[in-house]
């Protein structure tokens, strides 16, 4: 069978078959994982993406046990947030930061803030991948044209002409990706193709430590809509929230942004410089900074943050629908749910599926 899309969710279902079929993971990107992506600079430990998962997940600790990465979760190393609301910072009650952010938190998961790993979210996907290179073929940098349904199976055509042919197919792409490749033979899948998505960047800063006049005793500053200025949303006190993320000497703080309606071009819009500079001012606004970074990190994530309006999950289940009959299946969290628990009980769940066909 083939995974199209190497990602958390593609991954998780690779894992699940692993041992029960001949697999290929196809994805168009230069790495696995997707939206998970940790860098390792000196001491620095930069997450470019996704920094963690919910506390009550129970679908992460298990997969982590089973790579062998269960000792290397860590929760928070703090729980206290500050919210700004344009003229000075306060301590926010519990569950109140999602208010500032104009969103609902489910009760369950109020004050228990995120896991990680204590070398990175990026440590699960480099597990996984290990692990599945001893009995999957993993192939990155290649791109997938077209996924059709055929009689006695799928068809996979390649960006090029090459196909492949398979048992089963499982699409674990964003909405985009499923749309593209599975709009010639199923013509319901065309309307994911303007799902909506949000764009964010995610620009973090190193500073020596004493440059920053605040206590940094929190897991960071969120700020209230009505108080935002140039897409910044809010700041993860990285080195207070988790261990071992920087030398003792420096504080890293990571700042994040939405597009603004101006910038058609979201998060192409500037250049690592001028996103840099524009997150050094955004945190002046907020707190007292003496000196110009020592180093910094620019994140994009075009049309990476799946909206789950009633559109969007009429589309996905328009979709699913139409697939009812065929081998191929849907995973990742553009259809299931946001969020790194929602990708890997997505990936669990077409597995499932997969393996009832």
Known sequence: MVIVGGGLAGLTTAWRLGMRAEITVIDARSRFGGQIFTEHDGQFIVERGAEGFVFRSEALPRLASEVDLHEELIGQTVMQSYGFDGRQLSVLRAGEAA?????????????????????????????????????????????????????????????????????????????????????????????????????????????????????????????????????LRACTFTNAKFVERSPGDHALLRLFFRSTDEEVDGP?????????????????????????????????????????????????????????????????????GAGIDAAVRSGEHAAEQILEL
């Not at 909506?196 to 620009?203: E, G």
Request: aromatic share 6%; proline share 4%; charged share 20%.
């Open 99 to 231: 208010a500032f952010l104009g969103f609902q938190v489910p009760a369950a998961d109020l004050g228990k803030g995120i896991r990680t790993f204590r070398r990175g979210m990026g440590s699960l996907v480099q597990a996984l991948q290990t692990r599945l290179a001893e009995r999957v073929a993993l192939r990155l940098g290649q791109s997938v044209s077209e996924v059709e349904s055929r009689p006695n199976g799928v068809q996979v055509v390649l960006q090029g002409g090459a196909a492949i042919t398979a048992d089963a197919v499982v699409v674990a792409t964003d909405a985009r990706g499923a749309s593209h490749v599975l709009q010639s033979t199923l013509p319901g899948a065309r309307s994911l193709f303007a799902a909506p998505c949000q764009s964010s960047v995610a620009v973090e800063l190193a500073f020596v430590r004493s440059a920053i006049d605040h206590p940094l005793d929190g897991t960071g500053f969120v700020v209230a809509e009505d108080a935002q200025r140039e897409g």
């Open 268 to 336: 192409h819009a500037l250049d690592d410089t001028a996103w840099r500079d524009r997150a050094l001012a955004g945190l002046r606004r907020v707190i007292a900074v003496a000196a110009e970074p020592r180093a910094w990190w620019v994140s994009r994530w075009p049309r990476a943050l799946p909206v789950f309006n009633e559109a969007r999950r009429a589309a996905v289940t328009e979709l699913e629908s139409s697939l009812v009959g065929t081998r191929i299946r849907l995973a990742g969290s553009a259809f299931h």
